[in-house]
C-alpha cells in the first residue's frame, strides 16, 4: 500500500513532464542574425528571404545597401533561413544559415554574407571565403 504513493507521484510527474515537452520544443532558443551585403560594383541585389519555413519578404539592395535580419534558433526543428538571390540576370537559392553547418563557424551568433558576380561569400576568420557560385 505504501508503494502505490511514490508510483503515483511518478505517474504524475511523467504526466506533466508529457504537456511540457512539446511546449518546450517550439521555443526560441535564441535569435541568430544573418546579415546580406550588395557587393556588387553596378548592380542591386535582390533577395527574398524565409526563416524556418516563414516568409521575410522581398528586399532589394540599392547602393551600400545591407540587409540585416533575425532568425530564431528553434530548439524543436532544424534550424535554416535560405533567400532566393537575384543580381542581374543571375538567380539561386542559398542558404544563408544552415544551424548544424554554420553555428560553430558563425561567430558572435551572426553569419555576415557578401554577394557579388562571382558567388556568395562567408566572412570566415575575418576572410570572405566562396560557398556558393552562381547556377548556370
Ligand atoms: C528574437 O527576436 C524577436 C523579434 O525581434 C523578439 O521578439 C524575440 O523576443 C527574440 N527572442 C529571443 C529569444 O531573443
Ligand atoms: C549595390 O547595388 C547598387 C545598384 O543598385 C550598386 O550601384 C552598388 O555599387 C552595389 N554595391 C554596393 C557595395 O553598394
Not at 532558443?29 to 557587393?39: A, P, S
Request: glycine letters at 4%; one cysteine or more; a neutral charge.
Amino acid at each position: 500500500m505504501i508503494d502505490l504513493f511514490p508510483s503515483k507521484n511518478l505517474l504524475k510527474i511523467l504526466f506533466l513532464l508529457n504537456s511540457f515537452i512539446p511546449l518546450a520544443l517550439s521555443v526560441t532558443l535564441f535569435n541568430w542574425t544573418i546579415l546580406i551585403i550588395n557587393d556588387s560594383k553596378n548592380q542591386a541585389l535582390t533577395t527574398h528571404c524565409q526563416t524556418n519555413g516563414d516568409d521575410i519578404g522581398t528586399k532589394t539592395l540599392s547602393p551600400a545597401e545591407k540587409q540585416a535580419f533575425l532568425c530564431p534558433v528553434l530548439v524543436k526543428q532544424r534550424t535554416v533561413a535560405s533567400c532566393d538571390m537575384t543580381l542581374g540576370n543571375l538567380h539561386g537559392r542559398f542558404d544563408v544559415l544552415d544551424w548544424d553547418r554554420d553555428r560553430n563557424r558563425c561567430v558572435d551568433k551572426a553569419c555576415l554574407w557578401h554577394v557579388n558576380e562571382d558567388g556568395v561569400f562567408l566572412l570566415l576568420n575575418g576572410q570572405w571565403v566562396l560557398q556558393y557560385t552562381w547556377p548556370k
